[in-house]
C-alpha cells in the first residue's frame, strides 16, 4: 500500500472511533493538535579543521491528539524532515539509510533522494487507547518505555534509542500492543507484544512494578528476537541524592556459531545542589561488546538494541548541568570508555528566546587512540532553533 493511502486510512479509522464516541457519549469529541520547526545547522571537522562538511535539518512534527471524553483516545503523529548539504552528499546511501523503521506498518516514505538533498516523512505514532482506574491498552505505534535511566536502559527492550541523537526527543515507536493493570498498593504489571516481519524478530514480554523500602523495583522477562531476556530495575535515593540501575540478562533460544549470551547493566546517580548546579554519574556494562563506534550516525540516527546500548565493555557518563536564569542554562557532558581510550565531549547552552522558540548550541568531540596516537577523532557543531505551536 503507497504511503498516502497509509495516511487516508489513518485519519478514516480515526474519525469512524470519534463518531462511534461521540454517539454513545453525546458530546463532542476534543481534537488538540501541536508540534514544532526546527532548523539545525551542522558543520563537522574532521581532525584538522580544513577538512569540514556541513549540512542542513528542517525538522517538522504534527502531533494529533483525540479524545472523546470516554475512555477511548486516539494520537497520530508525523515527523518530517528535510536534509541538505555537502555532509549529505558525503554520506552513501543516505536517504535510504533514514528510511528505516523497524515495525509491520510501513509508514514513512522517501519523498526525494538526492546526493545532497533528502526529505522524508514517518508516521512514529498511531495508536488507540482504552483506560479505567484499573486497566490501560494501548494498540498500535507507541512508546514502549520500561527504561528507568537517563542514559543507557537494558530495560527498553521495546524501542531502544541512541541518547547521542539529541534532535528526537519523543524517541523511537513500536508497532506493538500493550496491556497495563494496575493493584491497590502502587504496583502494577503489563504485558506487551511487538510483532515483526523479521523471522525470530519479535519481542514479547512481561514488566511487573512495587514499591518497597522506600523504592520502585521493576522485574521483566520474555522472548527478545532470538533470546529469552529476564532482568529488572531500582530507583529511590541515597539520603539526597537518587540511585537508579537496570540490568538485563540475554540467553539465546538456540545455540548456533553466532549466539552468545550477554549481560547489560547500568547505574546511575544525580542530585541537584544549591544554586541550581545538577551533577549526574552513569555508568554501562557490556559483556558482548561490539566495539565498532560509528562516527557519522548523530545527524541522522543510528540502529540500536538493548543488547547493544554502547559499542564498549565499560563506560563511564557524566554530566554537570548550571541554570543561569530562568530562560537560560549550560550542560558539559563526557563520556569515556578504556577501549581506545575514548572520549566524547558535549557542551550544550540553551536559551529560551521567547514564549514559543527556544535556541541552542551543541557541540561533540570525539578522541580515541589511533596508530598516529592520541588524536580528536571528528567534532561536530550544532545551531537549533525550535518553534513550538
Known sequence: MKFKNYILACFLSFYSTLTIAQVNELKRPLVSFSGYVKEVQNTYFIQKIDSNASANLIHNRLNFKLNSGSKWSGRLEIRNRIFYGEQIKLTPNFGKTINQYEGIMHLSRLWIDEKSFVAHSVIDRISMQYSDKKWDITIGRQRINWGINNIWNPNDIFNAYDFLDFDYEERPGSDAIRIQHSFKNTSGIELAYKPSEKKDGNVMAFLYKLNKWKYDFQLLGGLYKTDYIFGGGWA??????????????????????????????????????????????????????????????????????????????????????KTISPIASFNFSTIYSPEKNTLILIPTYTWNVATNFDLDGTAQSYFAEQTSGYCNLITQFYIRGRWSF
Do not use: C
Open 236 to 321: 529511590g535515593n541515597i539520603k539526597d541524592a537518587g540511585f537508579k540501575g537496570e540490568m538485563s540478562y540475554f540467553i539465546p533460544r538456540s545455540s548456533t556459531l553466532n549466539s552468545s549470551k550477554n549481560y547489560s547493566l547500568s547505574l546511575m546517580a544525580d542530585q541537584t545542589f544549591k544554586n541550581d548546579w545538577y551533577i549526574a554519574l552513569s555508568g554501562l556494562y557490556n559483556s558482548n561488546p561490539t566495539n565498532l563506534f560509528n562516527l557519522n550516525g548523530v545527524l541522522s540516527g543510528t540502529t540500536l538494541s538493548a543488547k547493544s546500548l554502547f559499542p564498549y565493555r565499560y563506560n563511564l557518563h557524566a554530566t554537570v548541568m
